[in-house]
């Protein structure tokens, strides 16, 4: 293994974290728009910029849909560019994201993940970030500050692969995360710099020496080949995904994968979970030090890690998936519907249940956690998922 | 939840440097090498209004993101919480709870509904009047905890009040609030 870099400590919260690694990134634009509990990213940004320590454009828009639409705007002129936001903020953006990872290209934005209205809330669910998974961007999902500042620092370089061109979403939850101020290990700006290395873009739009056209138009004759490489390029992403990890791994001597299986070698019952919830899941797998008890965090919602997320489980008896996003009127959570989905070509299958929990912030406790390991092994006794849908944490009375 | 991090739970309004607080305690533990988290209760923030804040601190990576609810130290702020806002919410067992008051430990169990608890009272305001000139109680009763819990040094407090108020308050502030919690640390015994 390389020498790791020397690292300084830090007691950063994540939004702190990630304007460290913004800064460290030395993007050419940010454009963005404050919403809780986003705000303090670019807050702190727009500090680095006014104190000239870097060299980067701010562009301070007059909407989320402005934010984005300058990101891709830069992005396509051959700037690196990044934003951030959370819930509201995130909706605005909607036909925008979709623009930017159709034109290919690989702007990073932070997302503070917190619920949708109505009613209003400012706390922490996947509800935002859940519902774009399908516009084409890369998702990872981050557990603690550490992660999120790691996973930032990562994205520039998984969505500027040559194979790849994606934009990439750093999501972390919303004031768990991004609010917590907690001891982390942050990279010598000259590590970062080397890490991400100069962007470069083939054809920008601004070469007027090559005159290129972005976001035309596409009818039915070329529409369905631009999706398909679309496609392409998310399957791309994930040994990208995996490369960059382990190139991160070799200087920070932190490396993460698309999935983190935790205590899953004799796992019999397994909860499945992504963003910080899991590191309680830890926890409580920590005090109660019992074998047959596992989890696997997924780190990588887009692309998903199916192949990753089988071969974990298969072998498990029963498996609790916890989404914290509803999906009204589905047979579960998003990522139930994909975890379960996973396993259906396995020869012996798990029985697998989902919990909605912690929407609107609602806390999640370890507490809680073990009541899903406990009904898990009702589960595997009975051998019925009987009702497939549950939730954790709501209030009876 | 694990026995091997230490959980602080703080009362206070917005204004009183709470959430300051928080940090300060959780960044002079991790001079020790130790690992924290310190969060505020996420509710609206208003000056005045009664805030919470957290702490926690251990020798290892602390991997738990859920809410503090069985907190071993409960710091009071504001002696007009005492009485309105349960502050022995939760408390550990053999947990303690340190009270800003100008009224002995007795009084404020009695009025508290906290007989039977490990209560201690330090005229916190006092020591902040007399060593910053106002009423920011955050520093001083930290000198207190440090003596009472040695859950840090008061070299490693002293050293963060240093560090963190050094970039934001002048000297004058800083050199009150380093006063502050020495102050407090030393009256009690």
């Not at chain 1, 634009?29 to 910029?49: D, G, H, K, L, N």
């Not at chain 1, 001891?183 to 601004?206: M, Q, S, T």
């Not at chain 1, 990588?300 to 009127?329: H, M, Q, W, Y």
């Amino acid at each position: 293994m390389t020498q790791t870099v020397t690292q300084k400590i830090m007691a950063l919260n994540g939004a702190e974290a990630i304007a460290e690694a913004m800064r460290q990134i030395n993007p050419d634009v940010v454009a963005s728009y404050p919403i809780t509990p986003q705000t303090i990213i670019v807050e702190r940004f727009s500090e680095f910029v006014a104190d000239g320590l870097v060299d980067t454009e701010f562009v301070a828009a007059e909407s989320e849909h402005s934010a984005l639409s300058a990101s891709i705007g830069a992005a396509a002129a051959g700037g690196r560019s990044m934003t951030a936001t959370s819930s509201q903020g995130f909706a605005l953006m909607w036909e925008m994201l979709y623009i930017a990872a159709g034109m290919r290209l690989p702007i990073v934005m932070a997302v503070a993940n917190r619920a949708l209205s109505g009613p209003i809330n400012i706390h922490c669910d996947h509800s935002d970030s859940m519902g774009g998974r399908d516009s084409g961007w890369i998702q990872l999902y981050s557990e603690n500050v550490q992660e999120a500042y790691d996973n930032t620092i990562q994205a520039i370089k998984i969505g500027e692969h040559q194979n790849v061109r994606l934009p990439v979403m750093v999501c972390m939850d919303g004031f768990t995360t991004s609010h917590a101020v907690e001891r982390i290990d942050v990279l010598d700006d000259n590590a970062v710099k080397k890490f991400v290395g100069e962007y470069h873009i083939d054809h920008p739009l601004l070469d007027v020496d090559q005159a290129v056209t972005y976001g035309p138009l596409a009818l039915p004759e070329y529409y369905f080949e631009i999706k398909m490489q679309q496609i392409e390029a998310m399957t791309n992403a994930k040994p990208v995904i995996e490369q960059v990890s382990k190139a991160y791994g070799s200087i920070s001597g932190r490396s993460y994968g698309l999935v983190e299986p935790y205590n899953m070698e004799k796992a019999e019952l397994a909860i499945v979970i992504l963003g910080s919830t899991a590191g309680t899941a830890k926890s409580l797998l920590d005090d109660l030090n019992d074998p047959r008890l596992g989890l696997l965090k997924i780190r990588t919602f887009r692309p998903f890690p199916t192949e990753e997320i089988a071969a974990n489980l298969r072998k498990c008896k029963a498996v609790a998936v916890l989404d914290r996003a509803a999906s009204f009127g589905s047979i579960g959570g998003p990522v139930f519907s994909e975890v379960r989905a996973a396993l259906y070509d396995e020869p012996k299958r798990p029985q697998i249940v989902n919990y909605i929990y912690g929407l609107g912030g609602r806390d999640t406790t370890t507490d809680m956690l073990k009541t899903v390991y406990d009904d898990l092994d009702t589960v595997a006794k009975t051998g019925k998922p009987d009702p497939v849908q549950r939730f954790l944490g709501l209030r009876d009375d | 939840m694990s026995a091997k991090i230490l959980e602080i739970r703080w009362h206070g309004r917005g204004g009183q440097g709470v959430v300051t607080a928080s940090q300060l305690l959780a960044r002079s533990a991790m001079r020790e090498g130790k690992y924290v988290q310190a969060f505020p209760e996420f509710g609206p923030e208003r000056m005045g209004a009664p805030i919470k804040a957290y702490t926690r601190i251990s020798d290892n990576q602390i991997k738990i993101h859920s809410g503090v609810k069985t907190p071993n130290i409960v710091i009071v702020l504001d002696p007009s919480l005492i009485g309105q806002v349960d502050i022995g919410e939760g408390l550990a067992e053999d947990g303690l709870i340190l009270v800003n008051s100008e009224k002995d430990a007795g009084t404020v169990s009695r009025i508290a509904g906290l007989t039977g608890k490990k209560v201690l009272a330090i005229d916190a305001s006092k020591i902040a009047l007399e060593t910053i000139g106002r009423n920011i109680v955050n520093t001083s009763i930290m000198g207190a905890l440090v003596k009472v819990t040695g859950v840090v040094s008061l070299d490693a407090l002293l050293k963060e009040i240093e560090a963190s108020f050094g970039a934001k308050l002048n000297r004058k502030v800083i050199d009150g609030n380093l006063a502050a919690a020495k102050r407090a640390y030393e009256v009690l015994n």
